[in-house]
């Protein structure tokens, strides 16, 4: 007989208050995940896994007690909610820790496309296959497939707390890659590109395959230029990349544990007028989209930095409650073997007005960068970064040669004050996005 994920919730939460829990919360996430990876038009690796659980946290006397099973028998249960109460013996105690009551609605948004899990796993094999015929057709130079893949997901949240909260949510999503390596005279370049949806019938896997390709080709016979000062153009990937850097620091835990770039700067002007940088938990179409979060607050939008001006902060109830505000819906769960920590949802740079070509048209001389290296170095509490990059060298507004071998370095706070414009072409890379985005000037280290 199949559980019911509802009721169970419910009878958690009911039993860990008998057992004497001052307050109690049951997460349960059910998934199914699909990846298809191709390469020479055979498939190399179909996995099809399927995961259940449930995360139980109690809270007796301001300490936290959390314990997690994947067995969802009456048994397993009753012993977890146990171990959660004796890890909360454990922890310390703190005034701040709580659960949220319910308050709000949830949005309306449509995560489930029944499509998804209908087609059949041949069709998502063609498709896979489709995304490395389309990149080879498109130029003979495409010689190896790293990878081209098709992948799903499937999966339901069910939450239920002490305090009233029970809400639940089904969703999925699907999506294409491509990762492939070109090759001319000796030369190899690598480029990619990858599609995520909540909808089939917006995957374009042909389009993926070629994207990936162009920029592969693109990058052939790259050279370096000298060092110099020159305007610099971020493509929505590289973008992204740093907004990725930014992310942590404008979580109010990293405020409060003085880990933040941004710590003591709300109502300050952080960057330039032209950006925006926002989290929207509830973005139609989005990835991270959900009508709650990983604590049953209600998703919503989020400014951090308006017009260049610090707004606020990303909270969840803990760090809410500390600061005596109310929770921006940022308890995030990655799955329900973890505990709601402050994260990023749908989390972009508003567009601006300008076409990418608007974006190049008036740069006598300058770097449209596309790949860099080392982001992972950058310093996300000085907010210092220096990475390698590489990209096609911009003359008279038009791009014209591919560029490689050189290196960026600076400090967040000052590109983001360095930024005149902002292309109307927001991208997003899973649940990350920016537009094209143009820096007055840097310095680029080359021969």
Not at 131 to 155: N, P, V
Not at 436 to 444: D, E, G, Q, W
């Amino acid at each position: 007989m199949a559980i019911n994920l509802k009721d169970l919730a419910i009878n958690v939460v009911q039993k860990a208050r008998q057992l004497g829990a001052d307050q109690s919360e049951a997460f349960l996430i059910k998934s199914k995940d699909l990846s298809i990876d191709v390469s020479g038009g055979k498939v190399e690796t179909l996995k099809l896994a399927e995961d259940m659980g449930l995360g139980v946290r109690i809270f007796r006397s301001g300490r936290i007690g959390f314990a997690y099973t994947s067995d969802l028998g009456q048994t397993a249960v009753d012993e977890i909610i146990r171990q959660a109460l004796a890890n909360s013996d454990k922890t310390s105690s703190d005034e701040f820790n709580s659960m949220p009551k319910p308050g709000g609605s949830y949005a309306s948004i449509d995560l489930f496309d029944p499509e998804i899990s209908k087609i059949p796993v041949e069709e998502k094999i063609d498709i896979a296959k489709s995304i490395e015929q389309a990149a080879r057709q498109s130029d003979a130079r495409i010689t190896i497939t790293e990878r081209s893949s098709y992948f799903d997901a499937e999966y339901e949240v069910i939450l239920a707390n002490s305090l009233g909260i029970s809400a639940d949510y089904r969703g999925a999503y699907c999506g294409c890659y491509a990762d492939l390596v070109a090759e001319e005279k000796g030369d190899n370049q690598t480029g990619f590109a990858l599609k995520l949806t909540l909808n089939f019938s917006e995957l374009d896997p042909l389009r993926v395959g070629r994207e990936a390709a162009e920029k592969a080709v693109r990058k052939l016979g790259a050279t370096t230029v000298d060092t110099q000062k020159a305007v610099i153009v971020f493509d929505p990937y590289v973008a992204t990349n740093f907004l990725g850097v930014i992310a942590p620091a404008l979580s109010a835990e990293a405020v409060q544990k003085g880990k933040s770039l941004f710590g003591g700067k709300v109502g300050q002007n952080v960057a330039s007028e032209k950006i925006t940088i926002v989290d929207h938990g509830a973005l139609p179409g989005g990835i991270s989209s959900a009508p709650f979060d990983g604590e049953g607050v209600p998703t919503s939008k989020t400014v951090l930095i308006q017009n260049g001006q610090l707004k606020s902060f990303l909270h969840n109830t803990y760090t809410a409650a500390k600061d005596g505000v109310n929770s921006t819906g940022n308890g995030i769960r990655g799955s329900f073997k973890g505990t709601p920590e402050v994260g990023t949802t749908n989390f972009y740079v508003e567009p601006g007005p300008y076409s990418s070509d608007e974006i190049l048209k008036d740069i006598s001389s300058g770097l449209y960068i596309t790949d860099v290296m080392g982001m992972h170095t950058a310093n996300p509490i000085s907010g210092d970064f220096s990475v390698g990059a590489a990209g096609i060298w911009i003359e008279n507004g038009k791009l014209t040669r591919p560029v490689r071998g050189v290196a960026i370095a600076g400090n967040i706070l000052e590109l983001l004050k360095e930024v005149e414009g902002v292309g109307s072409d927001l991208t997003f890379f899973g649940s990350k996005g920016s537009p094209t985005v143009r820096i007055a000037k840097m310095t680029v280290s080359g021969s």
